[in-house]
């Protein structure tokens, strides 16, 4: 077999270091302390209930700030200043991530996201049937999750706590569910964020949906490619910003993709639009996209999609790596689980 | 309004050993206030007792801030407030206290909250705080305690020096009491007992217990003696979290979503046949 380094090889490498920096970092890198990881502030589901991490997602100071600080603006406990300057800190510096890799956060970095992947390989070579795509009547249904998510679980829900509205269960929704905090805890060896708690009504049902949706979004992953990043809130956070990011997805016009389609069908988000004709060169880095790309890859036409970094193309779809790739891809789904097992 | 009154049950002072220690003070709580989550920026100046002192000695008392700054303290009615500095993270009240031909001390670390102090609390443990001194390797972290059935790891220094081998006496509030030996690096390992009586269902029910760590080294005909002091907490594994639990429900959910599709694909191949 030719041997050819694809792009997606090269994404699992890095996938595959990020994943050690954002479980086990802190072993080599930082140390054990909040302080000491890198920003605190990461577009990326590194869980802060990992200890072991280098650094961690931005959503859990958000949910903290909107309870603790944000709401004491409304209580009147704090100073308007006092109350948003935490937050508007956070946020500067997840906007400063966002311009230097934007979305890619998702697709490169993202220990969840990586684990997905890698459980959608697994069910491939297992022999499980898969759902290539999901249908437009799906997606219309599953596409505003993500904004609910993030509005509700992360901003609204907190803040209404700390104003006193909500219970201390809601102080911190979104980590109370989100399956990063049992994979990283796990993979550290920690069984304490595996758990059912009876202290309260509130703390049972969310605990029971945590455990509850690790197991659906794992069983959904052998079928479904991405089946969480779908619905995940930091996909939209990621996307109010996308703008600023010097990364961007980038379509130049080709008459040929209105019969091809091929980008979207290889898209792990179902970005149906990318396909779209563009006339001149656009910006095509949806709200969904995690610019792993893939579409790049599987795009059959010169120069047509592009990974460009601050208008510098890193990596130009090609007739020639098309060829090249669709046959490292034909290679690859060769493979079974029957062959690499022990007879 | 219905007040219930409390009193803590923090009154193992360690009179019969002598060893010089801080406490927090014997308080009346009233219901609502016992809180172990009060919310950020929003608590009260805490107050700790210091108890085994000599009020004829010579003592230094002292607050150590984040970034390292001391800030001195005067002790009154054997009580001494902790300011507030407005930094986030562990604070270090240290008390040394000399008199003839002994050297006495004791450390107690204080998580606050404020605005973030950009320093590793890796500095304010490794830092010598006192001539004798345990100190933790690591504290708990931001958000996190000391918890019953689970170990951590502390070290004792005699002037910033590792000391083999030293004898350390290990005492809680709730009445447990060992004797642990550093190793050759100077190193041991505690075990938080679970130890804890009439535990209450949820977390801001049960008030923490104190542990208290104390060793002693002779030099040059002084002797030294140290404590460090904490609070720990009910572990909620111990009682009110089901690890099983969640592990069968994780299951289930795997099996549900397994199931699911596999009806799923039925009904496709049955559309597709007709």
Redesign the interface.
């Known amino acids: 077999m030719e041997k050819f380094l694809t792009l997606t090889w090269f994404r699992r490498l890095v996938q595959l270091f990020m994943f050690i920096i954002m479980v086990y970092g802190s072993l080599f890198m930082t140390t054990f302390y909040s302080e000491d990881k890198f920003t605190n502030a990461l577009p990326a589901l590194s869980c802060a209930y990992d200890k072991e991490n280098a650094d961690y997602c931005s959503l859990i100071p958000f949910q903290h700030q909107m309870d603790h600080r944000v709401s004491g603006a409304f209580t009147g406990d704090l100073s308007v200043m006092q109350a948003i300057l935490p937050t508007l800190i956070t946020l500067a510096t997840f906007v400063i991530l966002i311009v230097i890799l934007n979305k890619a956060f998702c697709g490169w970095v993202c220990p969840l996201g990586f684990f997905q992947e890698m459980i959608h390989s697994l069910g491939d070579k297992l022999g499980f049937k898969r759902f290539h795509t999901l249908s437009t009547s799906t997606l219309k249904k599953v596409r505003p999750i993500k904004w609910f998510m993030l509005a509700f679980l992360v901003f609204i829900f907190p803040l209404l706590t700390g104003i006193g509205f909500l219970g201390h269960e809601m102080g911190d929704p979104f980590c109370r569910i989100c399956p990063s905090r049992i994979l990283t805890t796990l993979a550290v060896g920690d069984t304490s964020q595996l758990y059912i708690d009876n202290s309260s009504t509130g703390y049972m049902i969310f605990s029971i949906l945590a455990d509850l949706l690790f197991g659906l979004m794992i069983a959904m992953a052998l079928v479904i490619k991405q089946p969480f990043c779908r619905i995940c809130p930091m996909l939209a956070l990621q996307a109010v910003f996308k703008k600023v990011g010097l990364l961007k997805l980038v379509k130049n016009g080709s008459s040929s993709c209105e019969n091809c389609g091929l980008c979207a069908k290889v898209c792990p988000t179902d970005i149906i639009e990318i396909q779209e004709v563009a006339d001149k060169p656009t910006d095509i880095t949806y709200a969904d996209c995690t610019l792993c790309g893939l579409c790049a890859e599987f795009c059959p036409d010169d120069d047509v999609l592009q990974l460009q970094y601050a208008g510098y193309p890193l990596f130009k779809s090609s007739k020639e790596y098309f060829k090249k790739r669709n046959k490292d891809q034909r290679n690859w789904e060769k493979v079974t689980w029957a062959d690499v097992a022990p007879k | 309004m219905r007040y219930i009154i409390t009193v803590l049950l923090f009154c193992f002072t360690l009179q019969a050993q002598g060893y010089i220690n801080w406490q927090p003070p014997v308080v009346k709580a009233t219901k609502g206030d016992h809180s172990g989550?009060s919310?950020?920026?929003?608590r009260k100046a805490k107050q700790l007792q210091l108890n085994n002192y000599d009020p004829h000695s010579e003592l230094e008392i002292f607050y150590i801030k984040p970034t390292l700054e001391k800030i001195e303290l005067k002790l009154e009615n054997s009580l001494v407030s902790l300011p507030r500095t407005g930094m986030e993270?562990y604070h270090a009240l240290v008390v040394n206290q000399t008199k003839d031909k002994s050297i006495n001390s004791s450390v107690f670390y204080k998580y606050s909250r404020g605005r973030?102090?950009?320093?590793?609390?890796?500095k304010i443990t490794q830092l010598q705080k006192s001539d004798l001194e345990i100190a933790p390797i690591?504290?708990p972290?931001?958000h996190?305690e000391y918890h019953g059935s689970k170990s951590y790891d502390f070290e004792v220094r005699f002037k910033g020096e590792k000391l083999p081998y030293n004898s350390v006496i290990f005492n809680t509030s709730n009445g447990t009491t060992k004797t642990i030996q550093a190793d050759e690096g100077s190193e041991f390992s505690v075990t938080m007992p679970n130890d804890f009586k009439n535990v209450k269902?949820?977390?801001?029910k049960n008030r923490p217990a104190q542990f208290i760590l104390k060793s002693s080294y002779v030099n040059e005909g002084i002797t030294y003696t140290t404590t460090l002091a904490m609070p720990y907490y009910v572990s909620?594994?111990d009682y009110?979290?089901?690890?099983s639990?969640?592990?069968i429900?994780?299951?289930?959910?795997?099996?549900?979503?397994?199931y699911?599709?596999r009806n799923i694909?039925k009904k496709k191949k049955k559309k597709g046949k007709v």
């Open positions: 989550h919310g950020h920026g929003k993270n973030p102090s950009k320093v590793s609390p890796t690591l504290l972290r931001e996190d269902t949820g977390k801001r909620p594994t009110w979290q089901s690890v639990g969640g592990a429900v994780l299951i289930f959910g795997l099996i549900v979503g397994l699911l599709f694909n």
